[in-house]
């Protein structure tokens, strides 16, 4: 059954097990104490979890320069304590997906080494050089302002080498037939060690052209078909979500027409469009976005996620749209980053304003796709702007009002703890949110649980809903016989709604409330009125709530005409 598409329907939630729980009390967060998490997560409702990378690593780059694929850094724990947390999960019917990061490696990785020590030696062509400096060294860095180039010159090699990311991580030549082998056995292992996927890093990059005469980088998509069906063969329901902020035009190209290559991809267009939508009341470019990424295959899906563990990139926004989002949510240089992003976290930008933070997750939760949450977004977690670039949204959970918010026992984390100001740990934490009803993290543990009941999001086909007033965003779907309506004022004044369902007959006359008791009656016109108060969201379902006696089992059923 198609229905068997497990990534469709879910919610994922992305963590970094350094940051999480630190059994052993050196300050690390390890897989011990994420183990000892997963009733949490289980608790919380999410389906599947995204671990960022937790190889060996010198950790310049936060796990993203690996220096063994094949093992678990020492810090975190062992390849046993890995398949403990698998199997944890399997149990709890959570699913996990791994960082694969295969367009650098770090420059401590023997591969580099042994590359670097001689222009024979058996992994030089692993790695991408130049015997002078190319003229293109100083475009295409992905770092501005903190990379200087993406050519440097490595005494040992007498030679250039390539990075698209800082100087530590020298690019793989993934047009080698040899690397292509490697990435594969890589997949292979981790598959067989309980995952179920894969979050694959900065894919456009992993399958350009590179080298010093290319000018123009070229993505050759045939090597996504390649991963995708050895992921298969291996194991039929793997993933693998594709971390490509590229154009709708290209969409497809990732997707492929079939639905062969790349099973997800993060919707940073969308995620751009959204804050903007924020900023500016105006829903306008969103819907836009949203219709530019319609087209995807039946069995493809949308990663929708607010903020991650880089900065927000507003790369793809006007100028004018960009200076938009800055202003009202990152207007200090020190929140800025790269000259295209905010480093923030979520609550902070948006003031810590409860009526926002749950109008930015009724939005990612009801936008066509699957949505992705960032550990401590749940209870509305904040920023050390004093650490560097994106760590300053990478510091320990916060769990309790113990020391260092209950992350570790030892005194010194490897993050500082926020222990100051509105966000301190001793005013947002989980201990403290679990025993209040109305906190954040409950809000969020129901707005997921009702999310999981609507697979029409996840599933159907959506129209954007005519109300003739830009700060109102309204959305239907329609999925096996049923349709589902969702209503968002992103203005900070109450607004008055107007629209018709846009169903035949008397079709879209009732709206019966999910989330409160406050239904909908069409007016003898077929409009519907709603008063929404500031920032305000409705999700409603068409019709009544004999849904689940209404739904089809097949797709292509006409509403008005049920099997
Ligand atoms: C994208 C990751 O999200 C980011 O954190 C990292 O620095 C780069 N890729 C390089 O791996
Ligand atoms: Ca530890």
Redesign the pocket.
């Given at each position: 059954m198609i229905d068997d598409l497990w990534y469709k329907n879910g919610v994922f939630y992305c963590l970094s097990v350094g940051t999480y729980m630190d059994a052993n009390g050196d300050g690390i967060g390890d897989f011990k104490g994420l183990l000892r998490r997963l009733d949490y997560l289980h608790g919380l409702g999410v389906t599947a979890i995204w671990l960022?990378p937790f190889q060996p690593s010198p950790g310049k780059?936060?796990g993203?320069?690996i220096s063994d694929y094949y093992g678990v850094d020492p810090r975190y724990g062992t390849l046993g304590d890995f398949v403990e947390f698998t199997h944890g999960c399997r149990q709890r019917g959570i699913r996990v997906i791994v960082?694969l990061?295969v367009?650098?490696t770090s420059d401590a990785h023997p591969w580099f080494r042994d590359a670097r020590s001689s222009p024979d030696s058996q992994h030089r062509d692993w790695y991408v050089w130049a015997d002078k400096r190319p003229a293109s060294a100083s475009k295409g860095m992905?770092?501005p302002g903190v990379q200087k180039s993406t050519w440097t010159h490595d005494k040992e090699a007498k030679a250039w080498f390539f990075h698209?990311?800082?100087d530590f991580?020298p690019d793989l030549n993934t047009s080698n037939p040899y690397v292509q082998a490697e990435i594969l056995k890589i997949m292979g292992f981790w598959i067989q060690l309980g995952v179920s996927g894969f979050r694959m890093?900065?894919v456009p990059f992993v399958i350009s052209t590179k080298g010093a005469k290319v000018t123009t980088p070229v993505e050759q998509y045939d090597m996504l078909r390649s991963l995708r069906e050895f992921l298969q063969w291996r194991q039929g329901n793997a993933i693998i979500l594709a971390?490509a902020n590229v154009l709708p035009e290209t969409d497809m190209e990732y997707f492929g027409k079939d639905g062969d290559r790349m099973h997800m991809m993060f919707n940073f267009h969308v995620n751009q469009n959204l804050f903007y939508a924020m900023a500016s009341a105006d829903s306008r470019p969103l819907a836009k976005a949203l219709k530019a990424t319609r087209p995807r295959p039946a069995s493809a899906q949308w990663g929708l996620f607010l903020r991650?563990?880089?900065e927000l990139d507003l790369g793809r926004l006007t100028k004018a749209q960009r200076a938009v989002v800055f202003k009202s949510f990152g207007p200090d240089k020190n929140m800025q980053l790269y000259d295209r992003g905010i480093r923030r976290r979520l609550a902070p930008m948006l003031g810590g304003d409860r009526r926002r933070l749950e109008l930015a997750y009724s939005l990612m939760c009801t936008l066509p796709g699957t949505p992705v949450i960032r550990y401590g977004d749940e209870i509305g977690m904040g920023d050390n702007l004093d650490l560097p670039e994106?760590n300053c949204a990478r510091t320990p959970m916060q769990w309790s009002m113990e020391p260092q918010a209950g992350f570790t026992k030892g005194d010194k984390p490897c993050s500082p703890v926020i222990d100051e100001g509105p966000y301190g740990y001793e005013h947002i934490n989980v201990a403290k949110q679990r025993r209040d009803p109305n906190s954040m993290l409950n809000w969020t543990e129901r707005i997921i649980r009702m999310r999981k009941e609507v697979p029409e999001i996840g599933w159907g086909d959506f129209s954007v809903i005519a109300t003739r007033d830009p700060a109102i965003l309204a959305i239907r779907y329609d999925w096996r016989n049923n349709s589902v309506l969702f209503v968002h004022n992103l203005d900070e004044k109450p607004r008055e709604a107007s629209f018709s369902v846009g169903l035949a007959g008397d079709e879209g006359k009732h709206l019966i409330n999910l989330l409160s008791e406050d239904h909908s009656e069409a007016n003898n016109r077929g409009k519907h009125t709603l008063m929404l108060e500031a920032y305000g969201y409705r999700w409603y379902r068409v019709g009544g709530l004999d849904y689940l006696l209404k739904r089809s089992d097949i797709d292509g059923v006409n509403a008005n005409h049920p099997e």
């Open positions: 960022m780059d936060d993203y320069d960082d990061v367009n650098h992905v770092f698209r990311f800082y991580q890093d900065a971390e991650n563990h880089d994106r």
